[in-house]
């Protein structure tokens, strides 16, 4: 023997070692391919190996001669991982791990995937994917590829690409299989013109159920519809002959039925006789398939006439879809009804174009016809049909609704969601996977142990809706997972990177050539489409392999079932040459094959024995020399090693690769393998056996709705995922060959996940027995089970269990089996540790089995401890305590605690659960959940205090005193405990749901802050409210939400028990919603908030005490007013703006009243200003009216002079004297009257504007209040340092808050994530890097409205729009504008060098420069900052040369600034208030703007020629775009903007702009433009004269056409820094409006 970890290949032919060979290999072979004339291995190190004849270059070493008996590596191969390996006649394939498929050898038909090539003699790569390949087969002319997503693509000639007709195809380039375009494929074998696929079970979602009298009609998600009678659906055998579908398709045999309508009797229900089938032995399918077999029976199809049928069709569609479109429904019912399937021409209807490669396909014959699968459309009305049955059918429903609850109970919680308004909610309708009937087909021996069971169709499809339809115990609900995902899904515990294609939910489907009844179907016929292979619904197949003319599937029990070509008796010993159906080989009945394989003459089977045997095992041989049924042990093999693979080729040739074992790994491995196939099928069998009857037991009815029949639906839920769960690790462990590959096992890689079901299934199993449910589920069930006494008896012997009399401890060893498996699992993965040389990968396997072990152990001691609890405490006082999940930790009884003051008049007694402490008192009890449980502990010691536990609840304590030290540690000990672990899982489930132990979340200590809800049942404001959210000892805190009993619900934060944070209150008055959202302090609002009252009214401001208090804006909607201002005790007080119907006053408010300096615009136009009392005008006053009149004296009213003053007109004429009455009704005057000078201006401002209204800096003093308050820093006096770090502080508060409070709000989070850096400040010195740092932030800050820096430019920019915008607007409003504007500014600048005191203050502009400027400076004198605040070399300047460069994007301009508040702030305020006060502007100057504008549009009118001659340019200054002159031509004369385009252009984007600076900038590059342009065209050195430059610079003004350019310098010239008036930018600006006045004056053409 070879020593232990090496390796052999072995090859023989028949069933004796007489002609044994050993196959020189340098590596373990893991895949065997035995070919006609050549074979091709795998070894471990994913390396192909050929040997055997090379006549056509199939051995891939280069050339076509010779033969080579022992095995070459294929050179070509050697850099790639190759996955798989086939051999043809003549051709090789393979698949790598890369996704790329390489063929060579012969390729006449295609199998090469080229024609024009005939062979290949290396391997040529015909396909590259974009996943890994799974496995590659192959037959003599064609090749298939099975890729690891699911997807099956093929090439070459044969059967499997015929058409309907007959005529074969030829497929050139690896095609898609379109069939199958939305199925995973799991596994494939190619025979001799013909393909056996496993795929993965399509998920139906069951929309609804429209039953009378036991007939059901299922509409699911994939366009199918069901019809079955659930009471009478069986499995069968029939003896009628086979019609098929055009996809080939068997049709159950049964008759269908469908109700007509709810008002039918069951006589009128009509049965449709579907297709039959042709072969004697074959099964009826689970139901009739209307959507893929068949049009409806002839009895319909041909004895009805047409209007027979319509009105048929009509009264089926309006019995159910009443509330659908009546004609698509029928036309859908007349398509499926009506007749036979459709045909249309095509050339390839099997495959799809998905195609990986650029090769060219080439059909035989294009023109054939082909029959292809019929797709319909479902109309969705599903919603509709639903409520149509609910309402006006609801008889009909409710009668079957209940027998089938009566039977199936779980289909009671298949209803879907119906909203209070009748609709159905899609999302709420349960989805079902309803799966073909299962069992085990036989040919002629009875095999099959499922064939005693009963309604097997309500079995398989409570199976599917347990799967998925489950409510509580953590599990989640599915709408699109198969059995195997839901078997191996995660559950509750977090998935790890953990991939598997094992599955139990499959099917079997081929196609092809069927002359030896290779397809399975039941006869010998082709089929050219994929067909379903009905004999193997439903047995969980997992593995096919093909030979010439038979087939093996091995399925997830371990059992192999075999059809086609039985000649030499390879498949069964007693069975004729032909096995049309798919019969089991009785050798898997009895023992679990884990791997199979088949050749031309013979099979081979690894069998595993199972626990206990002599024997491990062996390979098992089926042939023409086999004398016994259950084939031919190869004892000879034993001796050769463990077995790693096998192969079967023609001549009864097999192969065997093997391992030596002296370590006795593999050994263990094979143990564990058969133990748990075994206990597969001992679970398959309870599940058949015991629960089944079970289930479908009369006597189970009544027992549904109680806590016991619910514990015990969930409990028999779990247990089919349980089951299916371990199939799946079954099909895992079955293919591992070495004990490397455990990894890939879910008990190894994903030990976690695969405990999961079992913790699952284990807890709703334990609230059974706490219950002590088992007991009452005996009673019911009894009859049931002594009736099937020996079937009982016969199941305790298969799993190896003792025989007792008592019921109830049978069927709880029974059900408590599967637990027991999980310390199995620990000591065969320990005993495989063991044995390795490096066990770590088993190390966390270990750990996970040994604590699922001892928390399995935990929960049945809980509940058995718990049910004896139960039984032991009178029916009064457990009847509300007793629930399923709820187990006893301690009892008083048992480790005595008494109440400190208690009465002696009642006993009382304290039992701790896992879920609740409860207060026994009598006959009454007190619960008190964990969750809203504190524990603290007496401190005084030495005294009786020190044995006191004080139990903190909401609106109540308890004091319990301990009979000792010890047993108040042990008391104090178990409360924290049990309180923690049940917060832990408590808080991972929503509220309402009974929580599942989530182990590995667990809390480390008992946490203070809980979330919990409690309804308030003491007098006060909170009696009857309810409360949900953070809780600290007893009292409300942190986040929550509180709902009273008359509709009003609180959201937000919550301290000490009160109301006390950030949150909103919503409530209804008089049926109107009334929502305050903001600050509150003890309940009141205290701070910034908005509110929308129920009459209303909306404000937006402070409040103090629940009034309005600081600014605030208020919208009444009863006056259509707004008012925005300060507020004092809930009235107006101090600077404000109403705004009534568009008349505004802006000024002093004291109680609700005007009092103080103020200004007002009424709805007439005119224009008020002085001092207000008690709402009046009052005192020295002044008023304005439209025309430009206006009055300033004394005033007694808003309207009424009496006393001294003087009126002037709008003609400049003036009255002064004595004015008595009222502006609106008539004044009496006595004085003088003066006309005006003709020479003195008509238009003067009264002495008294703008002197009489409220100091532009005391407005909005609130504004700025609340700001720095907000930053800490409250006071008029200067920032400090200290108050700097301060504000910063606040600032970083703030963001942190609103964080975790606004973390769902995408703008605010990503606010948040920008400015949360706190950036570098007070420097001891500015430097310009460290400027526009500032600069920058602040660009983000203002963007923030929730930065207080963004949020009181925010409401500034509203105050100031409310003030200057609007209705009311009025050009005498101007002046305070601009004031208003510039207070602003500075203020907000005072406010933002709180947290840069490194800023400059106001007194005088700051030069500020770059590092590299100061280094240039110091070094050389000729740079020179000029008041522009740019620094350059050379700029441009009256009397001086042309500069070779004045752009002002000169390099040098980065090195300089100046800082003032208007330069900093005006970027950030200005594009928020320029529209309001442009158009003051613009009023203001309307009659002198619109004189100039008409004076451009007529200068405009002009050439360019006769316009530039007219304004006096030099004729060398007339210079076009392409930088010619302009001559006094003809050819010129008709130019006209053509002239200084660019410079036009630039000036033309001045009014773009919207600060001075801006502007000034924009104005600058103007005169730029037009030195470049000038320099350009001249040739000789030129000095500018002002002569020279302004007429250019009044035509580029002219043709700029700038609509508004009074209003521009205007605004300019108001607001732009002093320092800019001098300098360079200053006479460019003067040179501005000297151009605006010379179009004002200039005589026109």
Known sequence: MAKAGSHSTYLWKGNTDLALTKWPTHAAIKQIALGLHHSALLDCHDQVLCCGQNSHGQLGIGSNSGSHMEPLVVPCLEDERVSSVAVGLYHTVCGTKSGRVYCWGDSSEGQCATLDVTQYTTPNCVASFDTAIRKVSCCATSSVALLEDGRLFAWGTGSIFQESTGKVKRVIKPTLFSFIEDRMVLDVSCGDDFIVAVIKKKVHTLKKLITKNNYVVVHKSGNELEAFNIKEHRRTSSDSSVQLCPLGLEIAEEHVCLPLSAQSSPSSVRRFQGYRTRSPSVRSTTGSKLSNASSIDSHVSDEKSGEEKDKFLSSLAHSHFSNVNQEEAEQWLKDRIGATFPHKESGNSLLS????????????????????????????????????????????????????????????????????????????????????????????????TLETREDNYQM?????????????????????????????????????????????????????????????????????????????????????????????????????????????????????????????????????????????????????????????????????????????????????????????????????????????????????????????????????????????????????????????????????????????????????SDASELRNVSLVGNCRSYMTSFSVYATHFHNLLAMNGLSKLVERVKPILLRNGSTLTSLLERCQLEFTEDLVVTISVLLQLPLRRVSEYHDAVERIQLQLEDGSMLVSSLNCLEKEKLHLSAQFNLAESTRIFWENWPTAVTEGLKESHRRLVRESQTLPLSLLGGSKLYKNSFALFNDVFVHIQGQVHKIYPLEKLWIESGTSKGTLHELEIHLIMPEASLTLLASNTAEKAEWMWVLSQTVTNWLSSYKLEPFGHHPVNHRGNMLRTTPAHRVATHMFYKSGPLQGAVYKGMWLKGKMHGDGQIMWADGKVYTGQFSDGVIKGYGKMVSKIDGKVESIEGHWINGKLHGFAKARYANGDFYTGFYKDHQFNGHGVLKQKSTSSVYIGEWKNGRKHGYGVLDIKGEKYLGQWCRDTKQGPALQITLDGSYMEGTFHNNKLIGQGLIMTSDDTYYEGNFTGLNEVNGRGVMMMSTGDSITGTFDGSWATGIKV?????????????????????????????????????????????????????????????????????????????????????????????????????????????????????HPLGLLLSNLVDVYRTSYSGTGTHPRLLTHAREELMSITHRYYDVIRILFPELPAECSPQKILSKSCLELTNSSGDLEVTTSGHMTNNNIALGSEIPQSAEIEDKNTEDCEIITPTLLIFPLLMPKVYEPLFHLYALQNEAADEKYWSRVQRFNKQCDLTLLSYLGVPEKFWIIKEGNSLDADLNSMSIKNGCYVEAIEILQRLSTYLTPAEKLQSLQLTFDKINTVVKNHLTEKFVWSMDDLFPVFLFVVIRSRLRYLGSEIQLMDDLMDDHLEYGELGLMFTTLKACHLQIQTEKLL
């Not at 023992?591 to 003459?601: A, F, M, S």
């Not at 629960?691 to 009369?698: A, F, H, R």
Request: a negative charge; charged letters at 20%; one cysteine or more.
């Open 353 to 448: 174009n998905s195609e990986p490669t650029d090769m060219p396909a080439e059909s035989v014959d294009s023109t054939a016809d082909s029959k292809v699968k019929v797709k319909e459309k479902l109309p969705q009305y599903m919603g509709s049909m639903w409520n149509s049955i609910t309402k006006s059918s609801s008889a009909v429903t409710s009668a079957v609704h209940t027998h089938l609850v009566s039977k199936i109970p779980l289909l009671d919680k298949l209803k879907p969601q119906v909203s209070a308004n009748g609709v159905v909610d899609d999302m709420g309708l349960t989805p079902i996977v309803l799966p073909p009937q299962t069992g085990e087909a036989s040919s002629g021996n009875k095999c099959n």
């Open 460 to 736: 398989s499809l409570l199976k599917a809706a347990t799967s998925q339809c489950i409510k509580k115990g953590g599990l989640p609900l599915a709408s699109s997972l198969s059995e195997s995902q839901l078997a191996t899904s995660s559950l509750t515990a977090p998935q790890q990177e953990f991939s598997s294609s094992a599955c139990i939910g499959t099917e079997v489907w081929s196609w092809g050539g069927g002359e030896h009844g290779q397809l399975g179907h039941g006869d010998t016929l082709d089929r050219p489409h994929p067909c379903l292979v009905s004999s193997l619904l439903d047995l969980q197949v997992y593995r096919v392999h093909c030979s010439l003319h038979s087939a093996l599937a091995l399925t997830t029990d371990g059992k192999v079932y075999g059809w086609g070509d039985n000649t030499h008796k390879q498949l069964l010993y007693k069975a004729g040459p032909v096995l049309l159906q798919a019969t089991v080989l009785p050798i898997s009945v009895k023992l679990p094959v884990t791997n199979l394989t088949i050749g031309h003459e013979h099979t081979l089977l690894r069998v595993i024995y199972p626990v206990g045997a002599v024997s491990k095992g062996g390979v098992f041989w089926m042939g023409s020399n086999c004398l016994n049924e259950l084939g031919t042990r190869l004892q000879f093999t034993n001796n050769l090693g463990h077995p790693l693979c096998m192969g079967a080729g023609p001549n009864s040739i097999s192969s065997l690769s093997t391992l030596n074992d002296e370590n006795g790994v593999h050994t263990e491995l094979s143990q564990l393998i058969a133990s748990e196939i075994q206990f597969y099928r001992v679970l398959l069998d309870i599940q058949s056996e015991l629960v089944e009857p079970i289930i479908q037991s009369d006597n189970m009815t009544d027992m549904l709705d109680s806590p016991i029949g619910e514990a015990l639906q969930h409990m028999f839920e779990n247990l089919f995922i349980l089951v299916d769960s371990i199939g799946v690790n079954c099909q895992e462990l079955s293919g591992v």
């Open 1230 to 1346: 006595t004085g003088v009257y003066s006309k005006a000078s003709p020479t003195e201006d008509t238009v003067r401002l009264p002495q008294l504007f703008g002197k009489l209204s409220t100091d532009h800096d005391l407005k909005w003093v609130e504004l700025f209040h609340h700001s720095k308050v907000a930053l800490g820093c409250a006071g008029d006096k200067a920032a400090t340092e200290e108050d700097c770090e301060k504000a910063w502080e606040k600032v970083a508060v703030l963001f942190a808050s609103l964080r975790s409070r606004n973390a769902n709000q995408v703008k605010k989070k990503f606010y948040a994530e920008q400015l949360e850096k706190i950036p570098l400040h007070n420097l001891p010195s500015m430097s310009l890097e460290h400027y526009r740092s500032i600069r920058q932030y602040l660009l983000k800050a203002c963007e923030c409205d929730f």
